[in-house]
């Protein structure tokens, strides 16, 4: 079964094709999950960046001096091995040296990534 699906979508609205990448929605879905209520957003929220096949997730923050301003703070890190089918976990040190994650270092989907970072066994996700 192949990991990226490529969707074109035409209608009569659209001038040119939409390209839905089924990963990134289902990454999207699982993210809501994990997001505080709506009315804590402002002081904190979860995002993520996804590229080449590496997925960040990371706290958003008002900075503690300028409120307006927001910072992102990573906090987990999953990476697809193609080659291999999985996903390989890592956790963020205070040092700022991403590691592999050793109790699961590696998942084969990733909701499996999803499961693991929500529940923090070892806090080194979540402090």
């Not at 001038?15 to 505080?36: A, S």
Request: charged share 30%; proline share 5%.
């Amino acid at each position: 079964m192949p990991l990226f699906v490529k969707i074109v979508i035409k209608t009569e609205y659209m001038d040119h094709d939409k390209n839905i990448n089924l990963l990134e929605v289902r990454i999207q879905k699982l993210i809501e999950t994990m997001r505080p209520s709506v009315h804590m957003r402002d002081e904190l929220d979860i995002g993520y960046s996804f590229r080449n096949n590496t997925l960040e997730l990371f706290e958003i923050r008002p900075r503690w001096d300028k409120k307006d301003k927001k910072i992102n703070s990573p906090f987990a890190k999953t990476k697809f091995i193609k080659s291999r089918g999985i996903w390989q976990i890592y956790w963020l040190r205070a040092n700022g040296k991403w590691v592999s994650y050793n109790p699961n270092p590696e998942v084969n989907d990733i909701v499996g990534f999803f499961e693991i970072v929500k529940e923090d066994k070892h806090s080194c996700f979540f402090g």
